[in-house]
């Protein structure tokens, strides 16, 4: 089984366009939607919900006033400064570290974890999809990565798919580690913009770092053509497989507002026949 996931470095490149538009494309899939700070791809796809649960992860730390003496040790202790002076532990404070549950003399704090989010398998018009939705302000986006993932590989195994695109998260961080780890390979979208040159170079790095193979497209590649000599001689000297350039189209947006991939949208755009190109380039070396 391949998994592809598909990156940015930094957002709004056109990532969940092109997962959506290659769903159109690939056969025999599983979509994981990994971005979970930012879970988007869920309004172009309108998945039907077959399974929700929810996703715990970390604990929180609350004061039981009938218990407490009022001693003044865990406030002593907290490190975050998460415990006010009439004892109420402010959870966006909290770092959930236990210090205080595991020293109260009365045992008056309990330690419990916490729901963060939900996650869900569902059907859509292309396949069966994961995805998630994190709740706002909650951490553990890693993990909640991880779990997304690890659905998809079920799903995959279980109905005989032989492939799983996933949306990976942005950045650098702790979630994009969490995309793409173990995957066999990444395509990194990006645009010809000193902010996109730069994204796209931090997370061409960490790919190589993870020795994940990686490929690289353009999007809006003729807004700055000098911009995109220079991400194809990077590609060149960095291992890095240069799969194609979309010319800028207003049909990335516009389907996008019809909850459609471009396409359901546009068929005939120009998109989408550099999106054929490039779909063929990425399958040809996945191997799939
Ligand atoms: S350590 Fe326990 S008993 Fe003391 S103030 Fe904190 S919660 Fe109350
Ligand atoms: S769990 Fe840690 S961070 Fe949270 S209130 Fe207790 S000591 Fe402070």
């Known amino acids: 089984?391949?998994?592809?996931?598909?990156?940015?470095?930094?957002?709004?490149?056109?990532?969940?366009?092109?997962?959506?538009?290659?769903?159109?494309?690939?056969?025999?899939?599983?979509?994981?939607?990994?971005?979970?700070?930012?879970?988007?791809?869920?309004?172009?796809?309108?998945?039907?919900?077959?399974?929700?649960?929810?996703?715990?992860?970390?604990?929180?730390?609350?004061?039981?006033?009938?218990?407490?003496?009022?001693?003044?040790?865990?406030?002593?202790l907290c490190r975050f400064y998460a415990i006010s002076p009439d004892f109420i532990i402010d959870p966006i404070d909290c770092e959930g570290c236990g210090v205080c549950y595991y020293f109260c003399p009365e045992k008056a704090i309990t330690f419990e974890q916490k729901t963060c989010g939900e996650w869900f398998i569902s059907d859509t018009r292309h396949g069966p999809m994961v995805h998630a939705r994190l709740g706002i302000a909650e951490e553990n986006s890693g993990k909640l990565v991880s779990l997304v993932r690890k659905e998809s590989k079920r799903i995959a195994e279980e109905s005989g798919l032989d492939l799983i695109i996933t949306d990976g998260?942005?950045?650098v961080g702790c979630p994009v580690i969490a995309s793409i780890g173990g995957?066999?390979?990444?395509?990194?979208?990006?645009e010809p913009t000193v902010s996109g040159v730069h994204d796209m170079k931090r997370v061409a790095e960490l790919a190589s770092f993870?020795?994940?193979?990686?490929?690289?497209?353009?999007?809006?590649?003729?807004?700055?053509?000098?911009k995109t000599e220079e991400i194809?001689?990077?590609?060149?000297?960095?291992?890095?497989?240069?799969?194609?350039?979309?010319?800028?189209d207003p049909v990335f947006t516009r389907s996008m507002?019809?909850?459609?991939?471009?396409?359901?949208?546009?068929?005939?755009?120009?998109?989408?026949?550099?999106?054929?190109?490039?779909?063929?380039?990425?399958?040809?070396?996945?191997?799939?």
């Open 1 to 76: 089984m391949k998994e592809l996931v598909i990156i940015s470095g930094k957002g709004g490149t056109g990532k969940t366009s092109m997962v959506s538009a290659i769903a159109s494309l690939a056969q025999n899939k599983v979509l994981c939607d990994a971005d979970v700070d930012a879970a988007d791809m869920h309004l172009i796809m309108s998945p039907e919900v077959i399974k929700s649960e929810p996703f715990k992860a970390g604990c929180e730390a609350k004061i039981d006033k009938n218990k407490c003496t009022e001693c003044g040790l865990c406030r002593k």
């Open 257 to 288: 507002v019809d909850a459609k991939n471009i396409f359901e949208y546009a068929p005939d755009s120009d998109a989408c026949s550099e999106v054929k190109k490039i779909w063929k380039r990425v399958s040809e070396r996945l191997g799939c």
């Open 232 to 248: 194809k001689s990077f590609a060149e000297t960095h291992d890095i497989n240069y799969v194609g350039q979309i010319p800028f």
């Open 210 to 226: 993870f020795r994940i193979p990686a490929m690289v497209c353009v999007n809006k590649y003729d807004l700055n053509k000098e």
């Open 169 to 171: 998260a942005p950045g």
């Open 183 to 190: 995957a066999s390979a990444v395509l990194i979208v990006t």
